[in-house]
């Protein structure tokens, strides 16, 4: 899939213009981290603008393809899973980016697992605090 080898690259060089090419407009994004999907192309844009800063020695290292059945319409769309490794607050993460594009190859599904328990928290935490750095979240209810 053209796509996943175009999102790949954009990551891997950091560009979050050549990335915001590859999204439709109402994309989601299922993060190991959150209940709900992060929801519409400016969310998702300015979560990758965390990730990108989060993110310390960030490397692809596996890929695999087909199709999956969507979370939005539950049709077969053409699907890839990009495998990855990186550290974030000094916790090894290992995890899975699972892109799954439209009939124009613009990624509509975006879903992220990672392992293990103690990185999605780190993950979790560094993530929350650049939304919050770059006001797309209000900071947590402190009590």
């Given at each position: 899939m053209e796509t996943a080898e175009s999102f790949r690259a954009a990551v891997e060089k950091r560009d979050l213009t050549a990335l915001g090419g590859l999204f439709t407009e109402d994309v989601r994004l299922y993060?190991?981290?959150k209940f709900t999907p992060f929801e519409g192309k400016a969310m998702v844009m300015g979560l990758f603008g965390v990730l990108l800063r989060v993110f310390e020695d960030f490397r692809y290292v596996?890929?695999?393809?087909?199709?999956?059945?969507?979370?939005?319409d539950g049709q077969e769309s053409p699907s890839?899973?990009?495998?990855?490794?990186?550290?974030?607050?000094?916790?090894?993460?290992?995890?899975?980016?699972l892109l799954q594009c439209d009939e124009a190859g613009l990624i509509k599904e975006f879903t992220v697992m990672v392992r293990p328990q103690s990185a999605v928290h780190a993950l979790g935490e560094a993530v929350l605090a650049g939304?919050?750095?770059d006001g797309l979240v209000p900071p947590p209810a402190q009590g």
């Open positions: 993060s190991p981290v596996g890929r695999l393809e087909g199709t999956a059945e969507t979370s939005t890839a899973v990009l495998l990855f490794r990186t550290t974030v607050s000094g916790k090894q993460i290992h995890g899975m980016d939304l919050v750095a």
